[in-house]
């Protein structure tokens, strides 16, 4: 398996505009995690779904950002309107249930937003 | 909730050094603790697990032992490589029946720096 796959590696938006993060999880995994990662608050889960049902979403900061999980092998989050202080890595990471508990992440997408 | 505590960074070590990373945890019941490692510009990587109270979690020379009584999770390694340069993140997982189930909890993170 080619392992949780992010597009894009990187971003680079105006203030403003909006941005979608994509997610291809491992065929299998039935838990989808998005976080967002920062100097200043370290890791951070914004949402996880189970079967691409959101389950827990308490962590989206603002109205502006937006998760979605069509079917088993794709998701997206979305910031609308983008803002510089959203500037961050966001991860996707998949597990199964049943599975060891461990996680398995993407190589993240760096998005900056000037 | 649940919670997890790692010791403040950076650590800087020369190569063969001893290394320890301190974490305790918070959480009701019987989670599961794992580290991950971050190396630059990657995702991060599962590097050990234990699921029960006295279990040893190993890999590549790094090794934790699940401590109840402690509420901790110590990473140590005996004698560290340049390699070993990365950020460290410990973590913990409710066991199932609880709200927080399938939700991996993350510490802040642990800059490794390893000289020559």
């Known amino acids: 398996d080619a392992g949780v796959i992010q597009s894009p590696r990187h971003e680079v938006t105006e203030m403003g505009q909006e941005v979608t993060l994509r997610c291809k999880p491992i065929?299998?995994?039935?838990?989808l995690f998005w976080y967002r990662q920062t100097m200043m608050r370290g890791l951070e889960l914004l949402i996880y779904?189970?079967?691409?049902?959101?389950?827990?979403d308490s962590g989206m900061p603002e109205d502006r950002f937006s998760a979605k999980m069509p079917n088993a092998s794709f998701s997206t989050l979305k910031i609308q309107p983008s803002e510089p202080r959203d500037s961050a890595v966001y991860f996707c990471a998949s597990r199964q249930t049943g599975g060891v508990y461990g996680y398995t992440f993407g190589s993240g997408t760096r998005l900056t937003v000037v | 909730g649940n919670s997890v505590t790692q010791m403040e960074g950076p650590v800087t070590l020369s190569e063969e050094a001893f290394l320890t990373i301190n974490c305790t945890y918070t959480a009701t019941g019987y989670p599961s603790l794992f580290w991950y490692v971050q190396y630059p510009g990657e995702g991060l990587q599962l590097l050990l697990k234990?699921?029960?109270?006295?279990d040893k979690g190993s890999n590549k020379g790094f090794e934790a032992t699940y401590r109840k009584e402690t509420t901790s999770f110590h990473l140590e390694k005996g004698s560290v490589q340049v390699s070993d340069s990365a950020v460290y993140f410990c973590a913990l997982t409710a066991n199932a029946g609880g709200t927080s189930y399938g939700k991996l909890t993350f510490g802040q993170g642990t800059i490794l720096t390893v000289h020559p």
């Open positions: 065929s299998g995994h039935d838990y």
């Open positions: 234990a699921t029960k109270a006295d």
């Open positions: 779904f189970n079967n691409n049902v959101p389950i827990d």
